[in-house]
């Protein structure tokens, strides 16, 4: 009971409540009109209750905190339409076997691309690589578990010292391997920017450019995390080499 009180009171603090649509509109400039009839369909649905502040603005989407069902924290991610970045979500899909027949306008290939991390989530997930849990996505929505407590999130690997950095860094090789050998993935873009640190253990996210194995580019893009990941960790103090960490991935 004090749990919901406390919970109730977040959701007044927050910019909406979603009561109506009028409700979403009046409360957010930051919103298109798309994008705020999509989210108060989820709205009412009772996937989310509130609406909470912006946590990220990237050249391609926004994240937001909000509350969900039972008071969760969720993440939203929501993609720009007009991201600059479009050439590149067309280039990286078009070598996909799972989305490999998209094409059409920047809306479609934004809508792609959303669907593509959630399933790319999915698959980390399913796995056994901790990733935030995905929940569902509606056009250019996704909406997943938030890593962090009472609106803030947990830190990315760039903004924390590492005291004991060999049990991650062993995590973060174990959770390349399984996406390789498991789930037929590769991140394509992982770093210490991409990964945080929760309860002492990194998650991995921002899987929306994760390619299969089968991309013509998925080697070079392998490479390219193992050499990110290979620096972050040798400034922490770990032992490690490029040679040997592709080795512990590449293994059969
Ligand atoms: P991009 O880098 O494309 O802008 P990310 O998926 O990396 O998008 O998210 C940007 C930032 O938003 C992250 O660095 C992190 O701080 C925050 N964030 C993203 N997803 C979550 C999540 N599920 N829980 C908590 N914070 C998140
Ligand atoms: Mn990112």
């Known amino acids: 009971d004090k749990k919901m009180k406390s919970i109730d009171k977040r959701i007044d603090e927050y910019h909406f409540k979603i009561k109506d649509s009028s409700d979403l509109k009046a409360e957010s400039g930051v919103f298109d009109t798309p994008t705020l009839k999509t989210l108060y ?12 502040g912006v946590v990220s603005t990237g050249k391609e989407a926004d994240v937001f905190h909000a509350i969900g069902e039972n008071g969760k924290e969720l993440a939203i991610k929501i993609y720009r339409i007009n991201t ?3 050439q590149k979500m067309q280039d990286y899909l078009i070598g996909d076997p799972r989305f490999s027949n998209v094409r059409g306008t920047k ?3 934004v809508f792609a691309w959303t669907k593509k991390e959630q399933r790319n989530l999915e698959r980390a997930a399913e796995v056994g690589v901790k990733v935030p849990e995905p929940m569902i996505s509606e ?6 578990e938030f890593i962090g407590k009472d609106g803030v999130s947990a830190p990315r690997l760039k903004d924390v010292r590492l005291e004991e950095p060999q049990p991650i860094y062993d995590t973060v090789a174990d959770y390349m391997r399984l996406l390789y050998q498991k789930a037929k993935l590769v991140h394509g873009d992982l770093s210490e920017y991409n990964i945080l640190l929760y309860e002492e253990r990194p998650v991995i996210i921002d899987m929306g450019q994760a390619v299969m194995l089968e991309h013509p580019m998925a080697r070079e893009f392998l490479a390219r995390d193992v050499k990110n990941i290979v620096r972050y960790f040798k400034k922490s103090g770990v032992k490690c080499s490029e040679e040997e960490l ?5 293994k059969k």
């Open 84 to 86: 600059s970045d479009f």
């Open 107 to 109: 809306k479609d290939i």
């Open 41 to 52: 369909t989820l709205a009412s649905k009772g996937i989310i209750t509130a609406m909470g």
């Open 139 to 144: 056009r250019n929505i996704l909406i997943m």
């Open 246 to 250: 592709s080795a512990h991935i590449l």
